[in-house]
């Protein structure tokens, strides 16, 4: 019988431990079947390993010879087990991922088709009730993955471009608004506005268009429900805010008007979040990169031309 794995890793805890019996501890054997084994080895090489002296173990040549190539066999065992073993989890596990707007729950399931075709056993979940603050839950570890339309400086996130889009204020076509290409932060200070229900800080609308101008609206209405909001602004209450994309379909059959914020217009970049350690799944980085490649407004905007738009999937900002 050749030497095995378990009579090299006994030779290296008795040398480590400095005894048997602290090897037996370390291996999880009794004394007298780490003895056993000790034996056996010695047998199968016809030479002692160790010499005992004073009730101490002092390694023989041959025991020298043996443990320099346990050293090497059992660091090279070890990295293959880790390698056998990433490899094994790097196409299994769960992917929690949540956005930043309700919408992109309606163009996300095409892409985790394609991505599930590829990783089978990636348990994917979708956390909507992180909606709200993704960035929060994924810092939290209670997500793996954040689709964002702003990135938020932080050392311990890192953040993939996905596609740009762009905002545009809704109006009902008979608003006096209406007859423009554009509107600049000044026409909104007497108009009502609604908007998603977000807290104001987080309202693109609010901190980064108005805000820097020193405009407020005359009056600002938080809806839960996009399809009330669209109602609103069809019934010529106020205006909205939507990416051109997600309104195209109704600005096309004449219901809504869509107009540029500023004359330039106002983009913006989504973004995919994951924390920034080395640990993270290879998947994660597959599927930011299936994202990457197809991009999904324009698509979406296809896949809707001519079918409306869907009540309660888009979000104001």
């Given at each position: 019988m050749p030497i095995e794995i378990a009579h090299l890793r006994l030779l290296a805890g008795i040398v480590e431990e400095g005894s048997v019996t602290g090897a037996a501890r370390r291996l999880h054997l009794t004394q007298p079947a780490l003895s056993h084994q000790l034996r056996n080895a010695e047998e199968q090489l016809g030479a002692r390993l160790f010499d005992r002296v004073n009730k101490k173990m002092r390694l023989t040549e041959a025991g020298r010879r043996l443990l320099r190539a346990s050293h090497t066999v059992l660091e090279e065992l070890r990295r293959a087990e880790e390698e056998i073993r990433n490899a094994a989890q790097a196409d299994a596990g769960p992917l929690r991922i949540a956005t930043e707007c309700y919408t992109c729950y309606h163009w996300l399931p095409p892409r985790l088709k394609e991505f599930q075709?590829?990783?089978?056993?990636?348990?994917?979940?979708?956390?909507?009730?992180?909606?709200?603050?993704?960035?929060?839950?994924?810092?939290?570890?209670?997500?793996?993955?954040?689709?964002?339309a702003r990135e938020r400086a932080n050392p311990r996130a890192e953040f993939f471009p996905l596609f740009e889009d762009e905002l545009v204020a809704v109006v009902w076509p008979e608003h006096p608004l209406a007859r423009r290409a554009w509107i600049k932060p000044a026409d909104f200070a007497d108009q009502h506005l609604f908007l998603y229900s977000i807290a104001p800080r987080e309202s693109t609308v609010l901190e980064e268009i108005l805000r820097p101008a020193g405009v407020r609206p005359r009056k600002v209405s938080h809806v839960d429900l996009t399809e009330a909001i669209l109602e609103m602004v069809?019934?010529?209450?106020?205006?909205?805010?939507?990416?051109?994309?997600?309104?195209?379909?109704l600005a096309a059959a004449g219901e809504v008007k869509a107009l540029r914020l500023t004359r330039w217009g106002y983009r913006r970049t989504w973004r995919?979040?994951?924390?920034?350690?080395?640990?993270?799944?290879a998947y994660v980085e597959a599927?930011?990169?299936?994202?990457?490649?197809?991009?999904?407004?324009?698509?979406?905007?296809?896949?809707?031309?001519?079918?409306g738009t869907p009540a309660g999937l888009l979000c104001s900002v």
């Open positions: 075709k590829r990783f089978p056993r990636v348990d994917v979940q979708i956390v909507a009730e992180a909606t709200r603050q993704p960035m929060a839950a994924l810092l939290e570890g209670r997500l793996d993955l954040a689709i964002v069809r019934a010529g209450l106020g205006i909205a805010v939507f990416a051109r994309w997600a309104v195209a379909p995919a979040a994951v924390r920034r350690n080395g640990s993270r799944p599927f930011v990169e299936l994202l990457q490649r197809n991009p999904i407004p324009a698509d979406y905007a296809r896949s809707r031309r001519g079918r």
